[in-house]
């Protein structure tokens, strides 16, 4: 079972705005997201328009406008991010309630206990973790274990 691409896109985007927080730019703009992570333009702004409604980014308007984290990478759990975008697995009928199988199918038993699992996973990580597995991949492609760094 894999996130939907409304949740890979957004975790993509928000880990690149906050590095880019770090860096000392604190709101940026859907085009700049949308080119640096290849992510549809259209779509990420319906993905953050979600986001910010629900209070974990800011809109800010006009010509030198963009969109700021309202949280510290450290206190926003990837599960936090999911459940807004996708309120996970309730497409699939054995989660939802909507089954019209029988109450007892063993299907149903399987796919809530994958999504516990999932969400249990996901709530253990925040946007911090994406960073620093991020700075580790970087290391590695450049070839600084080799150095020692």
Known sequence: MALTVKSSYA???LFELA?????????????????RQ?????????IFSEL????????????YGGYVLLKDPKDLRLSEIVNVLDKPLQSYDCVSGECRVEIDCA???VWKR?????MLELDKMTLQ????????????????EKNGS
Do not use: C, T, W
């Open 11 to 13: 975790l993509r985007a």
């Open 19 to 35: 590095l880019l927080n770090k860096e000392g730019i604190k709101k940026v703009s859907i085009a700049e997201l949308s080119k």
């Open 38 to 46: 290849q992510i549809p333009r259209d779509f990420l702004e319906k």
């Open 52 to 63: 910010r409604d629900a209070g974990i980014l800011k809109s800010i308007r006009g010509r």
């Open 107 to 109: 299907v149903e038993f």
């Open 114 to 118: 994958v999504h516990n699992v999932m």
């Open 129 to 144: 973790d994406i960073i620093r597995y991020g700075k580790e991949i970087s290391k590695l492609g450049s070839g600084d």
